[in-house]
């Protein structure tokens, strides 16, 4: 299977900004698309936003104008900039990697948001 682990994490004030990374094992596996997934305290996990293979992107409504998603050359690494960061961003952030064979999953970062 892939191996996914994330990182960045931490803890910020309301305001301020945080840049998520997700990176996959191998960069020679054919990698449908990568999304971030997060959790709150007795939320359920919710889709936060996502890029295919082509590049394109999508995001929840409640992310829209200030999280982007971009990844790296190989294509094997996410990225999710998260500015002007707000209290109920407070969550694990996890990510997600589609291969042909199925999905993998990071163990997350957690994201803390307060003041």
């Known amino acids: 299977q892939v191996q996914v682990v994330e990182s960045g994490g931490g803890s910020v004030q309301p305001g301020e900004s945080l840049r998520l990374s997700c990176s996959a094992s191998?960069?020679?596996?054919?990698?449908?698309?990568m999304a971030w997934y997060r959790q709150a305290p007795g939320n359920e996990r919710e889709f936060v936003g996502g890029i295919v293979s082509n590049g394109v992107t999508r995001y929840a409504d409640s992310v829209k104008g200030r999280f982007t998603i971009s990844r790296d050359r190989s294509r094997t690494t996410m990225y999710l900039q998260m500015n002007n960061l707000k209290p109920e961003d407070t969550a694990v952030y996890f990510c997600k990697v589609t291969v042909a064979w199925g999905d993998s999953w990071g163990r997350g970062t957690q994201v803390t948001v307060s003041s």
């Open positions: 191998s960069s020679d596996v054919a990698i449908k698309s």
